[in-house]
Each structure stands twice: as C-alpha cells, then as structure tokens.
C-alpha cells in the first residue's frame, strides 16, 4: 500500500481498511479476554481459604482454596495457587495447581500450570510444559455434528474384499 500524506481522504480511507482488515484476525495464542478486563478480587498468596467462593466477577488466586470455585465473568490461578475443588467460569486462565473438574468457555493452561481432574470446555489453550491428567470435553463443533448427521458413504463401510486374500 502507498502512502500519499498530501491527500487526507486517502489515507482516511487506507486506516480504516487496514482497521477492518485488523478485526478479523483471530486473537493471539495465550491472549484471553481477560487480559483486557479488570480483576476485583484478589486473593493472596499467604491465605489459605476454606469454603466455596461464588460471584460474577473475576478473582485473582495466589494462595490456597478449598472449597469449590464459580465465577461468571473468570478466574486467573497464579503460579503458587493450589485449589481443591472444581472451578466453573467463563473464562479460566491457569498458571497455577487445580485437583478438581474445571467447567468453562475458554481455558488457558500455561507452562506452570497443572490440572488433576476433568475438563469441559468450548476452547483450549495449553502451553508446553503444563500437566494434565484428566478426561477432556469439548463443544461438539457445528462441523462434526452436520458430519454424524449424514451417513458414511459406502465406500467407508468394512465390507470383505474378495480381491485380498492370504495364504
């Protein structure tokens, strides 16, 4: 693209394309929407909680919970967090230790993250050198449900082969 600065109509026109052209890019890998959305609650590393915390905002942990965990807008483990007990959220992102089922649209389970326990979820995120031992649920895609809709074709079937045979 050439930029002309003597014709500002131009270059008006030239910012928005690229402006348009910036918004359908997918986000960045271990970017989540709570990068942009402020934390309101904070729990230290030096508490140990004991009971289930609930709300609709979004909770920082660093220290230690036992109890189940429900926020609705998101939860962010530090890397010295240990929870025991299952955690539900829109959006969960884990650099810390979780023993216990995790239920969430989008979860991030970077490097220094381990999790013991199931997961269901629509997206996942994880960074090489986490753990996970756990089974796994994602959202059946719009994709594979239209494929299980239709039938295989026939050439898919198992049928015996005449044509292979052994001695």
């Keep these: 693209m050439i930029w002309n600065s003597s014709n500002n109509a131009s270059n008006e026109k030239a910012k928005k394309i690229v402006e348009m052209d910036n918004s359908n890019k997918k986000r ?39 109890g189940n965990i429900n926020l609705k807008k998101g939860i962010i483990l530090g ?46 995120e994880i960074e090489m050198g986490s753990r996970y031992s756990g089974k796994l649920t994602i959202s059946t895609i719009e994709e594979v449900k239209r494929f299980d809709a239709k039938k295989a074709p026939e050439s898919f079937a198992t049928s015996k082969d005449s044509s292979l045979k052994t001695d």
């Design 28 to 66: 960045d890998a271990g970017v989540s929407k709570l990068d942009s959305m402020p934390i309101n609650t904070i729990l230290g590393s030096d508490i140990e909680f004991i009971g289930d915390i609930s709300g609709d905002s979004i909770i920082r942990i660093e220290g230690k919970v036992r």
């Design 79 to 124: 890397e010295n967090a240990y929870i025991e007990g299952n955690m539900e959220s829109d959006y969960i992102i884990l650099f810390g230790h979780i023993k216990g089922n995790i239920k969430s649209k989008e979860i991030i389970l970077k490097s220094t993250g381990t999790v013991q326990g199931d997961i269901e979820t629509d997206a996942l």
